[in-house]
C-alpha cells in the first residue's frame, strides 16, 4: 500500500503498458512453442503425405503448359494444389516443425523437396498451407486442414485478444482506484458551506492527494469566512436595535406633530424590519434545528386565516390536512413571507394546498404586476429589489424571496415562480410528504 501511494498517475499507465508488453510476449512465446511441436493425428499425415507424394510425381511427369490444369484437376475441397513455374514460396509467421517431422516421416522423399509448412493467417480459408520444390525448381503450393489445426489458430485470436483484455481490466482497475478519492472529493464538495467542515483523508495518487489537501484548507477558510461573516452581521443586527429603541422612545417625547411622529415610526418600524430580514437570512443559511412531523395543511391555513382576520384579502383552499418532515420555525416564516409579499404587492392571495405523489405543493396566486420574465432568477438573488416592478416604497432590502428558497430547500424542497397568463404572479412550492 506504502509502494502503491509513492506511484502517480503517469507511472501507473507506465506499469500497465511494461505488463501488457510481459502478457504479450509470453503468451507469444507459448503459441510458437506449441506450434512447432504440434502434430496431426496419424491419418491426417499419412493424408497430406500422400497427396504430396502423389501430386509431385503426376506433375513432374506433365509438360509444364499442362501443370496449372492438372493441379487444379488434382485438387479437393480439402486438399487444393497451385503449381508456379517460378516466384515466391509462401511465408507464414508460425512455422510448424513438428509437423513437418512428422509427414517426412511417412514419405521421406518430400525431404529432398524441402517440404515447407506453416499456420495460415487468422480469418482466410483453410488452417495449413505450404510448398514443395519439384526438381525443375518449380513451386507446388498446397492448402489443407487439420482437425487440431483449429486450437492453434484460436490461441493466436487469444494472443492478440490477451493484451488488450488485461489492459481494459487493468486501466478499469487502476482509474477506479485513482477515482475513488476524487468521487469521494465530488461528493464532499457538494456540501462546502452547509455546516462544518468534514476533511477527507488524503488517499490516491500524490496528484490526488494534493488536491485533496488543498480541498481540506479551503472548505477550513470558507466555513471560516462564512462564520465570521454571519457572526458579524447577526452583531450589526443587534446592536442596531438599541440605538433604534432609544430613538424610537425619545422620538415619543418631541411634542412634534402627530403625523410627522408617526411617518417617523413607520421609518423607525421599516428599519426594524430590515434588521429582521438580514438576521433571517443569514440564519437560514443553514439551521441545525431537526426536522419535525408538521402539518403543513393546518400552518398555511392558519397563516392565511390570520391575515383574513386583519382585513387582508387571503383566500385558502385545499386540503385540510397534510403531513411533512420540516423545519417548523424556517418554513413558517417562508410561508408568511410568500403571502405578505402577495399582499404587499398585489393585495389579494389565493393559497392552495394538494397533494401530488409523494410531494405537497402549495400555490400563492395574486393579481398584482407579476415579476419581467427576464428578471425572473434576479428575484432569488439577495438585495436584489425590481423597483420597477414593484414600486420604489417597497420596504425591506431584497431578502424576502431568498430566504424563502433557503428555507424549502433546506427541507428538500422546491420553489418555482412564474407568471400567470391572466395577469400576477404564481409560486408553486413543493416539499417531500412524510412516509408512513
Known amino acids: 500500500m506504502k509502494l502503491s501511494r509513492r506511484f502517480g498517475l503517469p507511472e501507473r499507465l507506465l506499469a500497465i503498458l511494461l505488463l501488457v508488453a510481459g502478457v504479450d510476449f509470453a503468451a507469444n512465446t507459448l503459441l510458437f512453442d506449441r506450434a512447432s511441436r504440434f502434430a496431426l493425428r496419424e491419418d491426417d499425415a499419412s493424408r497430406v503425405a500422400e497427396h504430396l507424394v502423389i501430386a509431385s510425381r503426376i506433375i513432374e511427369d506433365t509438360n509444364t503448359t499442362n501443370r496449372a490444369r492438372v493441379a487444379?484437376?488434382?485438387?479437393?475441397n480439402r486438399f487444393s494444389l497451385e503449381w508456379h513455374a517460378k516466384g515466391p514460396r509462401p511465408v507464414g509467421s508460425v512455422a510448424l516443425a513438428g509437423m513437418r517431422e512428422q509427414i517426412l516421416d511417412v514419405a521421406t522423399e518430400l525431404d529432398r523437396a524441402d517440404l515447407q509448412l506453416h499456420l495460415?493467417?487468422?480469418?482466410?480459408l483453410g488452417s495449413i498451407e505450404g510448398s514443395v520444390l519439384l526438381p525443375d525448381r518449380s513451386i507446388l503450393k498446397f492448402q489443407t486442414y487439420a482437425s487440431a489445426a483449429w486450437a492453434l489458430n484460436a490461441g493466436r485470436i487469444m494472443t492478440l485478444l490477451l493484451p488488450t483484455l488485461v489492459l481494459v481490466i487493468l486501466a478499469w482497475a487502476l482509474f477506479r482506484a485513482t477515482l475513488t478519492p476524487l468521487r469521494t472529493l465530488v461528493r464532499a464538495s457538494r456540501t462546502v458551506g452547509s455546516g462544518s467542515p468534514e476533511p477527507i483523508?488524503?488517499?490516491?495518487?500524490?496528484?490526488?492527494?494534493?488536491?485533496?489537501?488543498?480541498?481540506?484548507?479551503?472548505?477550513?477558510?470558507?466555513h471560516q469566512s462564512m462564520t465570521d461573516r454571519m457572526q458579524s452581521m447577526l452583531a450589526i443586527g443587534h446592536d442596531l436595535r438599541t440605538p433604534l429603541a432609544r430613538m424610537q422612545l425619545r422620538l415619543e417625547r418631541t411634542g412634534l406633530d402627530s403625523e410627522m411622529v408617526k411617518e417617523m415610526t413607520a421609518d423607525l418600524g421599516e428599519m426594524r424590519h430590515m434588521l429582521e430580514s438580514l438576521q433571517a437570512f443569514v440564519e437560514t443559511g443553514g439551521s441545525r434545528l431537526r426536522a419535525e412531523r408538521i402539518d403543513l395543511a393546518v400552518m398555511t391555513q392558519t397563516l392565511v386565516d390570520t391575515a383574513a382576520d386583519n382585513g387582508r384579502d387571503a383566500i385558502f383552499d385545499g386540503l385540510e390536512s397534510l403531513e411533512i418532515m420540516a423545519r417548523p420555525v424556517s418554513l413558517r416564516r417562508a410561508l408568511s413571507n410568500l403571502i405578505e409579499n402577495a399582499l404587499h404587492y398585489a393585495g389579494n392571495v389565493r393559497v392552495t394546498v394538494r397533494r401530488d405523489g409523494d410531494f405537497a405543493e402549495i400555490t400563492f396566486e395574486d393579481d398584482g404586476p407579476g415579476i419581467p420574465p427576464d428578471r425572473m432568477e434576479d428575484v432569488l438573488q439577495p438585495f436584489v429589489r425590481l423597483d420597477t416592478a414593484r414600486g420604489r416604497d417597497t420596504p425591506g432590502m431584497g431578502l424576502g424571496l431568498p430566504i424563502v428558497q433557503r428555507a424549502i430547500a433546506l427541507d428538500n424542497g422546491t420553489m418555482q415562480l412564474r407568471n400567470r397568463v391572466q395577469g400576477g404572479l404564481c409560486v408553486i412550492v413543493r416539499l417531500p410528504c412524510a412516509i408512513g
Do not use: C
Not at 72 to 76: P, V
Open 72 to 76: 487444379r484437376d488434382l485438387s479437393t
Open 201 to 222: 483523508a488524503e488517499q490516491g495518487t500524490g496528484e490526488v492527494r494534493e488536491l485533496i489537501a488543498a480541498f481540506n484548507q479551503m472548505q477550513q477558510r470558507i
Open 120 to 124: 495460415k493467417s487468422v480469418g482466410t
